[in-house]
């Protein structure tokens, strides 16, 4: 075991790096975009990877506060009145996760289709892109973990975009053009497996060259370097003492009214659901194809959430975005995810002036490489070869969430998958197949008056004088409908010169066969 782990830490060190530069633009841009302190959103990326990591059975997903759930807190805390009362809430809806993972009602997540996953896992890959290219063009004016098509600054994804190409920064452009050409670089094997070059990941040379590039510009070209809104900002102590000043704690006083139950209960579902679609997507991605205990996750979860409302920190689950990095990152066990929860707490107090020189450009740089990842076009091309039952569901839901929000874009998405997987039992209950003048009906599972239809359809294409089996074998249950059509075919055969011949479960078909 222990030599297992030193084998893996070199690769979990690293990716939790990646993760962590992911993180820390995403846990202050959704802070803010759910109208909370930003410091909120740092406790909760803390919690989540140390507390959620070590506790969680997931190998690769990491958790932190979530995109999907910033119109949810931003409700909750105006209905609630204020965050401390929020935060109340969120403690309770930790316990309320926790019994529901104890009573092992995680088994939901084994039932999400295939397709809505990877659909899922495409949007939120071309929402990246998307979201980034303000960010590149050093327009910031909405935050950064903002994924929501309506955007908190009145735009949308698409009219944002036209926004940063009349308004960009010049200053940004060589920044994410460098980092960009850095990443690319070190996906290439050569410069990945060097013993030099290879230690550091390619994210962190990324942002290095970011920052001094924008140093460079003062001396060079004062008017394009960025500041303020185009800058990582993250609050900074002047002591360690001051740390308590950056910690809100919860309110209880409401507790007795139903307000505080609704909104407590409505985080634990929400956030619930999102944590397992979250890590059976984060499976997928494993290239060991290991699979997550979902029950287990929500104890995990109910207990991060209940720490992170205790100590002033938003909602945590399960989360794609760093999730695909840490994977992406080359990430061998859950320990990257632990790495980059300390990684958030002990940087964000040791050096906050110096992260609060990345400049955002080149952290969307990052943030790009992670959504081709997602939603390469070879994913598009595969799904399609899959035949139009998955290519339908997984399309929908990928537009879905490009145009309304993670949680809605998913119900649409689920609602498409779950028509395909009815119709394609219902086709499957009743099949025909020929050779050579004989056929073959097969009734399987349920056979419902549903299949009526269907099965009148096939009996149609049976010509006189044929050989037919009628084999019920694996049929489960025959509705009357359906007995009445077989009973009426069966005995018309004879005035065609159809032989019929019944197999299976001959007590399901009227005594009049």
């Not at 009349?166 to 990945?192: C, D, H, N, R, T």
């Not at 959430?305 to 760093?322: D, E, F, K, M």
């Not at 004989?438 to 349920?446: I, R």
Request: hydrophobic fraction near 50%; charged fraction near 10%; charge should be neutral.
């Amino acid at each position: 075991m222990t030599t297992l782990l030193g084998k893996n830490l070199k690769y979990d060190l690293k990716s939790s790096l990646v993760v962590f530069l992911v993180a820390l633009p995403l846990c202050l841009g959704i802070a803010i975009a759910s109208g909370a302190p930003p410091m909120s959103g740092l406790i909760a990326g803390i919690v989540g990877g140390i507390v959620v990591g070590s506790l969680s059975g997931s190998h690769v997903s990491v958790s932190g506060p979530a995109a999907g759930l910033t119109v949810i807190v931003l409700d909750s805390i105006n209905s609630m009145g204020s965050f401390p009362l929020f935060l109340g809430t969120l403690v309770i809806a930790g316990l309320i996760q926790l019994a529901l993972g104890i009573a092992k009602a995680g088994i939901i997540g084994y039932y999400f289709p295939h397709a809505v996953i990877k659909g899922m896992l495409t949007a939120i890959g071309l929402i990246l892109i998307l979201k980034q290219i303000p960010h590149a063009l050093g327009y910031d004016v909405d935050a950064m973990g903002d994924q929501a098509f309506l955007q908190a600054d009145d735009h949308n994804t698409f009219s944002e975009i036209w926004y940063a190409i009349q308004y960009f920064s010049m200053g940004a452009i060589p920044i994410v053009l460098v980092a960009m050409g850095i990443l690319i670089l070190f996906e290439q094997p050569k410069v990945k497996n060097h013993k030099i070059f290879g230690v550091v990941p390619g994210a962190l040379w990324a942002v290095i060259s970011g920052i001094v590039i924008n140093y460079l510009y003062t001396i060079w070209k004062p008017e394009w370097q960025l500041k303020g809104d185009h800058l990582v900002s993250i609050p900074v102590l002047d002591s360690i003492s001051q740390i308590g000043e950056l910690l809100t704690f919860p309110d209880f006083s409401m507790i007795t009214e139903g307000t505080f139950w609704i909104v407590a209960a409505t985080i634990a579902i929400i956030g619930s659901l999102e944590t397992l679609l979250s890590i059976d997507a984060a499976d997928k991605l494993d290239p060991l194809k290991r699979t997550s205990p979902p029950s287990k996750e929500l104890v995990a979860q109910g207990v991060g959430n209940s720490i992170s409302g205790l100590l002033g920190g938003l909602p945590v689950t399960a989360v794609i975005v760093r999730s695909s990095a840490n994977v992406a990152s080359g990430a061998k066990t859950k320990m990257s995810a632990i790495f980059h929860g300390i990684l958030l707490m002990l940087l964000v107090l040791a050096i906050p002036n110096i992260l609060n020189l990345i400049p955002l450009s080149c952290l969307a740089a990052v943030l790009f490489l992670v959504g081709y990842k997602l939603a390469k076009p070879s994913i598009f091309i595969n799904i399609y070869k899959n035949g139009w039952d998955q290519f339908i569901p997984f399309i929908v839901t990928v537009l879905a969430i490009l145009f309304t929000d993670l949680l809605v874009g998913i119900g649409i998405g689920m609602a498409f998958g779950l028509f395909f997987v009815v119709k394609t039992n219902f086709v499957r209950s009743v099949t025909l197949t020929e050779l050579n003048g004989n056929y073959l009906l097969q009734l399987q599972k349920d056979v419902s008056f549903l299949n009526k239809a269907l099965l009148m359809k096939n009996l149609e294409k049976i010509p006189a004088h044929s050989q037919v089996i009628i084999n019920a074998q694996k049929a489960q249950f025959i509705d009357h409908d359906i007995q009445e059509v077989l009973n009426d075919f069966i005995a018309s055969g004879p005035d065609k010169d159809i032989t019929i011949t019944v197999t299976g479960y001959h007590h399901k078909l009227q005594e009049k066969i």
